[in-house]
């Protein structure tokens, strides 16, 4: 763990964050469509199929980095907005996994 410019105890560096996101958001389509066979509509459609597992778990583990965000250290004026920005979506995208698609 490190301290962060603001002072606070950092367990990931916003670089180590990013780049895992990026990483499972280029990974994810493909996983689902490896395990959900070869005709997906969406990538969403892939939770009605044998890749639910993985789709759900990814975006939980998503939403997961997107709450320990805290924006860039380097950009003290946006710094705010994406903290405040990353916890909302980070719970939202939490939510709406957890509910799945009960509201059918």
């Given amino acids: 763990m ?18 895992l996101v990026g990483l499972i958001a280029l990974l994810i389509a493909g996983v689902a469509a490896i395990l959900s066979g070869p005709t997906l509509g969406s990538i969403s459609a892939s939770y009605h199929f044998d890749a639910q597992d993985v789709f759900v778990g990814s975006l ?27 916890n909302n979506n980070s719970k939202a995208s939490m939510g709406s996994q957890l509910l799945g698609d009960s509201w059918d």
Avoid: C, D, K, M
């Fill in 2 to 19: 490190r301290v962060g410019s603001n002072g606070v105890t950092q367990a990931f560096s916003y670089h180590t964050i990013r780049g």
């Fill in 60 to 86: 939980f583990i998503v939403s997961a980095f997107l709450g320990a965000y805290n924006g860039s250290p380097h950009a003290t004026e946006t710094h705010l907005i994406e903290f405040i920005a990353s």
